[in-house]
């Protein structure tokens, strides 16, 4: 379990690894606002300035690794929970701006400001994952929600985008609200927004049930929107097919990392003691999310809506684990959540190859017979498949092993056998996606031409090679997740 250090201490380099990606993010945009259109040479550097960012801040997190535990005004800790979400963040943003450097100026000629807001975003997204009080939870949740409201819209000639970005930003005002109503009732029940004295007023049973328990509930409101959590799933499918697709990869893992991670410390770290309420209604979410996911993606010819069903299905898996609320259930999560970073990411990126150019959206059909023309990129896109599905010896399947281990530990053994259930439903229309592209003849809708660039290529490589090496060699991995 985290340990938190002492609450008066004003420790910035708890927040250093975010400084640094603020940093950079105000420097590309300082190099945007003082380069023209016409020194394309110079705009052709941003990318990779911002991406200079990221692994400036991963390096900074691996410096900071023995200086636990660390503490910012009791408002946000340095352990190794936190540490461990933020190296998932950063690798989300790393893949996602490989996939961008030749997306983006396709579809936008604001991308000085995407990467500044991609940075900024992958900031809040870290702040949340160590946020030890409500409040900051909330000013982080505002902080990457803004950054992805307008990341979503940037396609301005693309009706399809601009809804995705109106439709959510207004439900994702609508979750903030529940959230702040539901941290304004944990405050009244135990008079504190800090996790510590949250956590020791429900010991000593200084709390106050009739305001405790709906605060919970309208918090689960808040950060089952961001997890995509079923029924606060409804944007999901039509935000990921009207976004920009590398702005997709990015939203897939980094709102379910950020989301996540403060779902973890509040009811595993704060609220164990009301874990007998709270379990339950993790678990009835847990199967809705995983059946309704599962089900739903098994409909879909856009792959795009595809992997946006599978998304939910995902967030249902994790929180099999996490209903048991023992510790172990979140490391399983985070350990998941940085395997689905790869295969996820890997996967849009095969996606953003079978688009048609200024469509930004991929039918399924578009993979059939894929490995008669590009034969490595059809062995990348089967590696993901599998992996996401759950077969062994890829990444997917330890994942899914550990979070489904961590809930029958926790004596939720009936949830974990149906989540292996439903994970084997998912084979269906993940292995449908392979079948055709290894079985299936090309026709007059399979992709002619690739849409793609020399980073994307490292980019899908990168993801293909690490989804397949944390599988067969979890041990190397899991020292880094375990709290």
């Known amino acids: 379990m985290p340990v938190i250090a002492n609450l008066t201490d004003t420790n910035i380099t708890v927040l250093l690894p975010e400084l640094i990606l603020v940093a950079f993010a105000m420097l590309v945009m300082l190099i945007d ?30 410096v900071i690794w023995h200086d636990m535990p660390l503490s910012f005004q009791g408002a ?12 998932v963040v950063l690798i989300a943003a790393g893949l996602s701006i490989l996939l961008s450097t030749g997306y ?46 307008i990341m979503c819209g940037l396609n301005r000639e693309k009706p399809r985008g601009i809804e995705a970005a ?23 029940a135990t008079g504190s927004t800090q996790y510590n004295a949250i956590a020791a007023s429900l010991a000593a049973g200084n709390n106050d049930s009739f305001l405790l328990y709906p605060g919970i509930a309208l918090l689960l409101v808040g950060f089952g929107f961001k997890v995509s959590m079923v029924p606060f799933h409804m944007w999901t499918p039509d935000v990921y097919q009207g976004a920009p697709t590398p702005v997709t990869a990015f939203m897939s893992v980094g709102t379910k990392t950020a989301g996540f991670a403060a ?50 299905a995902h967030a249902g898996y994790i929180l099999v684990g996490l209903a048991s ?45 894929l490995a008669k023309r590009w034969p490595y990129l059809a062995a990348a896109m089967a590696i993901f498949m599998f992996s996401l599905s759950g077969l062994p010896p890829l990444a997917g399947f330890v994942g899914k092993f550990l979070v489904f281990k961590a809930a029958a530990d926790g004596g939720w053994i009936t949830l974990a056998i149906l989540g292996m259930l439903a994970s084997a439903v998912s ?57």
């Not at 109106?166 to 009244?188: D, P, T």
């Not at 739903?296 to 998304?311: G, I, N, P, V």
């Not at 023992?326 to 998941?336: E, N, P, R």
């Open 33 to 62: 606002m003082f380069t023209s259109e016409r020194q394309s040479d110079v705009r052709a550097l941003l990318p990779w300035v911002a991406l200079v960012g990221v692994l400036a801040a991963v390096h900074r997190c691996t």
């Open 325 to 369: 609320g023992v510790a172990a259930a979140a490391s399983a999560a985070v350990f998941y959540l940085f395997a689905y970073a790869f295969m996820n990411i890997g996967a849009f990126a095969v996606v953003i190859m079978l688009e048609r150019v200024g469509e930004g959206d991929a039918l399924a059909n578009r993979a059939t017979g």
């Open 166 to 188: 109106m439709k959510y930003f207004l439900l994702g005002a609508f979750a903030s609200g529940f959230f702040v109503y539901g941290a304004a009732l944990i405050y009244g």
């Open 263 to 312: 779902f973890i410390r509040l009811l595993v770290f704060a609220l164990p003691a009301a874990q007998p309420v709270w379990g339950w209604a993790v678990a009835g979410f847990a199967l809705i999310t995983m059946l309704l996911g599962n089900f739903a993606a098994l409909r879909q010819t856009s792959l795009k809506r595809m992997l946006a069903y599978s998304s939910i």
């Open 104 to 149: 983006m100026p396709s579809v936008s000629k604001q991308t000085g400001e995407y990467y500044a807001l991609l940075l900024l975003c992958s900031a809040g997204m870290m702040v949340m994952g160590a946020a030890t009080d409500l409040i900051t939870v909330f000013l982080s949740l505002e902080i990457f929600s803004l950054a992805l409201y």
């Open 76 to 87: 946000a800790a340095l352990d190794s929970f936190a540490l461990g979400v933020k190296l």
């Open 427 to 483: 084979a269906y229309y993940y292995l449908r996606v392979v079948i055709a592209m290894y079985f299936g003849d090309p026709d007059s809708e399979t992709a002619t031409e690739r849409y793609t660039w020399p980073a994307l290529n490292v980019g899908v490589a990168i993801a293909a090679v690490c989804t397949v090496l944390i599988g067969i060699y979890p041990g190397l991995w899991s020292g880094w997740f375990i709290f």
